[in-house]
Nanobody, 120 residues
Framework: QVQLVESGGGWVHTGGALCLSCAPSGSVFSIKAIGWYRQAPGKQRELVATITSGGSTNYADYVKGRFTISRDSAKNMVYLQMNSKKPEDTAVYYC??????????????WGQGTQVTVSS
């Protein structure tokens, strides 16, 4: 099993800085990648950014250049630094872990989510 706990959400102005944290626990050695997703009211959950166990990152076009995903292996933490925020970034942000089950199969785990509200 993998457990994920997010923190750092809140209400911010577009010019303010915000950093979300994700703390994985449990079978972390088998995590293939960790990502941030978000879901705004009335919309589907969408990808924000991912980082693999090897350190490769991937960003959705709508956050590229504004958000940065990073990890601290020593602390076993993954972060999402949010800069140049827009009101449309308002959503519940979820941490996701893709756990390697076999050589070909993976399983997804989700955190409980943290609300981010951006006002202009």
């Amino acid at each position: 099993q993998v457990q994920l706990v997010e923190s750092g959400g809140g209400w911010v102005h577009t010019g303010g800085a915000l950093c979300l944290s994700c703390a994985p626990s449990g079978s972390v050695f088998s995590i293939k990648a960790i990502g941030w997703y978000r879901q705004a009211p009335g919309k589907q959950r969408e990808l924000v950014a991912t980082i693999t166990s090897g350190g490769s990152t991937n960003y959705a076009d709508y956050v590229k250049g504004r958000f940065t995903i990073s990890r601290d292996s020593a602390k076993n933490m993954v972060y999402l630094q949010m800069n140049s925020k827009k009101p449309e970034d308002t959503a519940v942000y979820y941490c996701n872990a893709q756990r390697r089950m076999t050589t070909t199969a993976t399983r997804n785990y989700w955190g409980q989510g943290t609300q981010v509200t951006v006002s202009s």
